[in-house]
């Protein structure tokens, strides 16, 4: 069983829908939760870090972290074209000196 | 943020051959990783590259066949020796803060093709 799991899609919506992504993790010890967004032919870039369960939201982003359920998931409202990409969930432990974790991505196409 | 810049972008190699891929951030960071990322697969981390010492390698990664430099802090090398076209990949550097997840930046990636 892979420690992180997430749902590779790919995942296409019109624009202005609201998008959910999604990961499962397996570790208990994982204690910091990212996403990271990735463009084509680009390095993944931060979007989102929290570090505690419960929601974070950022503009049309909300980071949202279930502990007991060993879950996670970004939303975007209001999708726009530029919001394509593939979107990977990361996490890591305090012990782990800032190893992460990475699910496999999630490919999105916002439909204009 | 960090600004992470890797070379060379992309490269096509024959098999048997050796290619250096070379990372430089431009700020003081603490901690360099070195990443494969397979076609449409996810970001494994092959090794941290420690300044002045030997790189700590992850399970499945060796130092024979991904030699790792870091002889100052805001510079890395990766060596892909003997390649085969299993090492057809995407490798990426990143550069954070020890300790500071969020800090974790990436550079463009180096996508290497072997024959």
């Known amino acids: 069983q892979k420690e992180v799991e997430q749902d590779p899609g790919p995942l296409s919506v019109p624009e202005g829908a609201i998008v959910s992504l999604n990961c499962t993790y397996s570790n208990s010890a994982f204690q910091y939760f990212m996403w990271y967004r990735q463009y084509s032919r680009k390095g993944p870039e931060l979007l989102m870090y929290?570090?505690?369960?419960g929601n974070k939201e950022d503009g049309r982003f909300t980071a949202q972290v279930d502990k007991s359920s060993k879950y996670i998931s970004l939303f975007i409202r209001d999708s726009q074209p530029s919001d394509s990409a593939t979107y990977l969930c990361?996490?890591?432990?305090?012990?782990?000196?800032?190893?992460?974790?990475f699910g496999s991505g999630t490919r999105l196409s916002i439909r204009p | 943020s960090a600004v992470i810049s890797q070379k060379p972008s992309r490269d096509i190699c024959q098999r048997g051959t050796s290619l250096t891929i070379q990372c430089q951030v431009d700020?003081?960071?603490?901690?360099m990783f070195w990443y494969r990322q397979q076609p449409g697969q996810s970001l494994t981390l092959i090794a941290t590259?420690?300044?002045?010492?030997?790189?700590?390698?992850e399970s499945g990664f060796v130092i024979d066949k991904f030699p790792i430099s870091r002889p100052n802090l805001t510079f890395s090398t990766l060596t892909v020796s003997n390649m085969s076209p299993e090492d057809s990949s995407i490798y990426l550097c990143s550069g954070g803060l020890a300790g500071v997840q969020e800090t974790q930046y990436f550079g463009p990636g180096t996508r290497l093709l072997v024959l």
């Open positions: 929290t570090y505690s369960s």
């Open positions: 700020s003081q960071v603490t901690m």
């Open positions: 990361a996490m890591s432990d305090p012990s782990s000196a800032s190893k992460i974790i």
């Open positions: 590259a420690n300044q002045g010492s030997e790189a700590t390698y």
